[in-house]
């Protein structure tokens, strides 16, 4: 089974399927290639809450003899329940009122999805929503991607390392080099943090920075996707299909260190001869 994969929004939608149909995780596991634990991770950890207009947790709810009599007195005549009628001011000022759980969420499958009395359950809904936990899931993974990898301690000691010299007047180029040992980053991360307000010096007080002119941002190259048409492999190899006695010859470059001298290979398909010419530079 494949480790180390998030699970995507299909699966998510499978995994809602097989627990509308009762199914257990491990069956859900195989369905959509992964572990049960998984399965029960991921069911556990997204479980939607929904209170219906029915809702009352009362385990004395069927032989209930309340009548009118906890609600604000009503001289209405109308025997039934008045548009101000509120069933959580009902069990909130109960004295009988005794709160009652469904047993069935402490085991295997934890959720509401496939339960045959859901219709008329009073109780709180757990219910699992593939929607919801990929949005949820998006959600934790873009902020996670946020932020500083740093903790508080070691921005504190970094502070109190970097912002007295800042201050003296010695630029963060001089002191990441008499300092390495000490700072251990590297002084593009030192500008971030400055950047970013994290240290107690901002960039005012770096005298050089201040003075730097907002680059100019170059507009992107915008290719027109009209040209890859007909251009693709999947062109060429149909080509090839229709026509397979057409003479190909394949031309390609093998760099080695960057700006090095590289290899201009040509291969003949025909004869399957390659010829390899040396190259100081990879140019034009």
Do not use: W
Request: glycine share 6%; charged share 30%; with cysteine.
């Amino acid at each position: 089974m494949p480790k180390g994969k998030h699970l995507t929004l299909d699966e998510r939608q499978k995994i809602q399927l097989g627990l509308n149909e009762n199914l257990s995780f491990k069956q859900i596991a195989d369905n959509i290639g992964k572990d049960p634990s998984t399965v029960s991770k991921e069911v556990r950890n997204h479980i939607t809450t929904k209170f219906t207009v029915k809702f009352n947790p009362c385990a004395n709810l069927k032989e209930c003899t309340h009548y009118r009599d906890l609600c604000t007195p009503c001289n209405s005549s109308y025997g039934g329940q008045c548009r101000n009628y509120n069933r959580l001011e009902c069990f909130s000022k109960c004295k009988d009122f005794i709160p009652k759980h469904c047993k069935k969420l402490l085991s295997p499958p934890y959720v509401c999805n496939g339960c045959q009395n859901r219709r008329g359950c009073h109780l709180e809904r757990h219910l699992y929503d593939a929607l919801s936990a990929h949005k949820a899931y998006i959600e934790k993974l873009s902020n996670c991607r946020q932020g500083f990898a740093i903790s508080s301690d070691e921005l504190k000691r970094l502070d109190e390392i970097v912002s007295p010299l800042i201050k003296q007047g010695q630029s963060i180029h001089h002191i990441c080099q008499n300092n390495a040992d000490l700072i251990m980053r590297d002084e593009k991360t030192i500008y971030n943090y400055i950047d970013a307000g994290l240290l107690s010096v901002g960039n005012i007080d770096l005298p050089r920075k201040v003075r730097y002119r907002i680059r100019k941002k170059k507009r992107p190259v915008r290719v027109d996707k009209k040209c890859f048409v007909g251009r693709t492999y999947e062109d060429f190899q149909m080509f090839l299909t229709t026509y397979p006695d057409t003479n190909v010859v394949e031309m390609d470059s093998v760099e080695g260190r960057k700006g090095g001298k590289v290899l201009l290979t040509i291969y003949f398909r025909n004869c399957e001869l390659m010829l390899a010419f040396l190259r100081d530079a990879n140019t034009a």
